[in-house]
């Protein structure tokens, strides 16, 4: 399937060139972002601008001893740890549930538990508010807790049905066979095996609820604001280089993450290419 | 014999076994129930509660209650009788004990400019209950806007309990005090052109990314495997990193004191910065660059599953290389255009953020209006209809979306 770029004419060859150059500059686009904000973080001044003057981790200290942005960090990492159990508790049982259940209403349920990606989140975010800000769940942490459960819940279906195609039901057909009650069955036979599964669709779950912030505009209190929701307001006034600090921060904190899922993912590949 | 034997027994087993199957249906089922209530509290009925507002007419019902009886036997030609402005005098002087009366005032301001005025102006003057026979005059004695049909017609139309009024104020309608359909004031009639421009900046951002994702995803899938992973690099890092932590580098690069502008008055290009953001080219910039890997990504899937041997067999056809790739290549790789483009288009019109924050005030979508009326000027009705139609836009494109990439599925199963 791979390689069949061995240009024979003239023209394909520039055709294959021109795509390399293209794509070569569309890379550059993708990467400007993060390359052109890397550097500035860890400049001594305090104007955006290249050439650097100096080195400094002034802005890192800046970030680390600013009780307003550790406040939003602890609030990002309260937030964000709760709604990631809860969404995969949620998204566990559910992802079991569709794998069994045959019905004609199923691509129905499963409309329903994938909208909230599909849906704008401004008018998630606007429902929400006018649901809750009359059951007292604005300005308070179960509010956006139970927001980004319902945001992330979808990744965490889809990452876990993901691994439970791989899954052999018979398996648990076994287990029951052999006398295991349904929940030893699920602690011992399911559970190890899914476990990566598992942990990558939580490990979604807190990602997309550690960068979500337009539920956090609507719904959070001040004592509530999170890391994205601070950054939000410190682009809006004036974008300070401990922001750039912040921005480094964060990019360190998605890419660990989501490595950890890619490394998840091409282990899950592995396994079921092995059974296959 | 045995056959006897075997068909009694069948039957019981046959019935066993559906029983089984259906035992075990249920329990799916109530894996699946936990989620589906908690959805239900946390998006349905809140959606759905949206959708309400946009049609929900409770404030003149609510704080004018007899003025609203009083005007049903009104049929709506010159000025209803004497009945009616009692009621609406004595539900003026309750309403101004309870504090409520501004609620109403504010909903009939949306029909008729100058109504809040009006209403609580003639609050304050009015001390007493008018005698009998005697509320017409004093009404309009106190406002001679009292003496207009189009008064009363306002109150008629806002009296519920359902309204069209924000979903046709949505698309720049109204109706006339006649309750004919017509266009809205010009003042007030945005909103098409802010739908317009959301859809422009929509298609324009599909556009570009089309435009830059095609030959990376070409790229990425005609590269040997270990090759093209590793620049897979360059396309899901900044994918996974933080959408904000995206457009503050952007402002960065693109501000008049940013990297460009400075690069190019360093190089003696330029001598004044260019404006390069907080206008539609920094929208564009933004939106492209966080949308692109949504692009790439489904567009990628496909080519990678396109054979070679198609190409190889078109060359040894005779097709000149550009014929085969626009006759045989391309049409090919259209469920992933498809996929693709749809995918972008969808999470653009939402987007909120990304526009708020590198786009002036002309550049500002659907998304900001909604969240304008909702935290700002706290008009529910408006924001939830303006919802509405963004939300129907977005389903009837995501039912699609479905339809192509269960097509996709589909036929993918059937190669297998």
Redesign the interface.
Known sequence: MSANHSPQTASQRIAWITTIVASTLVFFFLMAPILAIVPLSFSSSTYLTYPLPGLSLRWYEDFLHSARWMNSLKNSVIIGVASAVLSMALGTLASLGLAQWKSRWKPVVLAVVLSPMVVPVVITAVGVYFFFAPLGLTGNYLGLILVHTALATPFVVITVSATLQGFDMTLMRAAASLGAPPLLTFRKVVLPLILPGLASGALFAFATSFDEVVTVLFLAGPEQRTLPREMFAGIRENISPTITAVAVVLTVVSVCLLSVIELLRRRNERLKGNAG | MTAAFVAGADVPLKRRLKRAERT??F??????????V??L???????A??IW?SVDDWEVPQVLPQTVAALEQWNGRGLPEEGAFAALAADIRTAREAGTLAIAAKRLNYVVNGYRTTLLSTARKLKDQPAPGTARETLIGLNPAWGERESWAAIRSASGPVTSYYLLAAVDLTRDADGAIAAAPADQAIYREVFARTFTIGFGVTALCLL??F??A???A????GR?NL?MI?????F??????????????LQS???VN??LQWLGIIDEPLRLIYNRFGVYMAMT?VL??FMILPLYSVM?SI??AY??AA?SLGA???TA?LRIYLPQTIPGIGAGCLLVF?LA?????TPA?VGGAADQMI?SF??FY??ETVN?GL??AL?AV??LS??VL?VVY?KLALGRQTTGGLKN
């Open positions: 075990r249906q329990r799916a089922l109530g894996l699946v129930l936990p989620l589906l908690f959805l509290f946390t998006f349905v009925v809140p959606l509660g949206m507002k830059l994702g030959p990376v070409y790229l990425l005609n590269l040997p495997t093209s620049l360059f396309v899901l890092l900044p996974w990193t933080s959408l904000l932590v995206r457009t503050c580098a952007w402002i960065v690069i004191e940013g990297i400075g690069s660059h692109l890997p990678r054979s070679p190409m190889r060359a000149p290389p550009a790739f969808i019109i939402g987007y909120y953020i924050l998304s909604i969240a909702t935290t529910w924001a939830s919802g963004l939300l977005t389903l995501a479905g």
